[in-house]
């Protein structure tokens, strides 16, 4: 089955403890990307990946680090989390770099920082 | 500044009637457009989409209307489901490279009634 998965769904968590958010597709795509969900915000994007080894700021990436080794794996690293990195973190895919192309969602991961 | 924007958080519906979600964008440079729809505790997944070539895109109860020179797409849901209730988030992206980039509004709650 086609699908992006995301490690772990839930996770609460402390001030400055660093955590790592996984990230796997299936489907050989070349994009990644990284959103948050915030209520009365939408779905911002954090850093994007066009391919292995090419990352890049999305537009809210302050505080966080990506990086793309492999091309189904996007993890999203918090090296020290405060608590307005609390939110809903959606990672998705899709086949080219391209906006016509249909990008697939992982589950979320509902993150809480304390 | 909000380059996509979805001015009604939310909308009631009594099912079998029109749903219609609307949003409004503000960069001439977009070229493709495409509504996500959310339940809750799940991803975002593709519902429709439309290129700027084109004014009306239809896929079974879902159309979506594209007004280039208003700078204004319409997603006419009909009939309306219970189904249907969910969050709905509209995109907006350009070609390729950093420009295919997805921008999204901030999403309207339709909930529709039996």
Known sequence: EAQVTQNPRYLITVTGKKLTVTCSQNMNHEYMSWYRQDPGLGLRQIYYSMNVEVTDKGDVPEGYKVSRKEKRNFPLILESPSPNQTSLYFCASRIGTGGLYEQYFGPGTRLTVT | ?114
């Open chain 2, 1 to 114: 500044d909000q380059q996509v924007k979805q001015n009604s958080p939310s909308l009631s519906v009594q099912e079998g009637r029109i749903s219609i979600l609307n949003c409004d964008y503000t960069n001439s440079m977009f070229d493709y457009f495409l509504w996500y729809k959310k339940y809750p505790a799940e991803g975002p997944t593709f519902l429709i989409s439309i290129s700027s070539i084109k004014d009306k895109n239809e896929d079974g109860r879902f159309t979506v209307f594209l007004n280039k020179s208003a700078k204004h797409l319409s997603l006419h849901i009909v009939p309306s489901q219970p189904g249907d209730s969910a969050v709905y988030f509209c995109a907006a992206s350009g070609y390729g490279g950093s420009q295919g980039n997805l921008i999204f509004g901030k999403g309207t709650k339709l909930s529709v009634k039996p």
